[in-house]
């Protein structure tokens, strides 16, 4: 039995980056962060898809990882090599210092784009498998 309930949980927190990566999106001084809430908006999707299928929750934040565990229940076509500039953000966001620094600096508003359209795009994916044929 698939574990709907908290499957939306996990995908509603993930709506809640999103939210959050909008407001932000167009500030160029905040664009580190639009790369941690779409790591974690990411994440949380993961999850959830490991949720529905009823399968333990790791406690890892690594979306490479995640992905791994959920090809067996989605078969998504993602960036990898987007995924991976995101995961290394998201840590180096979360602490002073680099502040979420890229090879080239800060992030720029086009960096926050493509952060934002992947963990929509992705959001809107899980959001069919698992909200949509549960309603």
Known sequence: MK????????VKASSYDLQVIREILDNENLTH?????????LEKLLKAILEFHNQTIPKIHNIKKLLNLTRTYIDVDINIDLIIKIDTLYIESRYPGDMGLLPYGQPTIQDAQEFYQIANDFFDEINTLIIEPST
Request: no cysteine.
């Open 33 to 41: 962060m639009s790369a941690f809430h779409a790591q974690q908006a």
């Open 3 to 10: 574990n709907y309930q908290m499957a939306k949980e996990w």
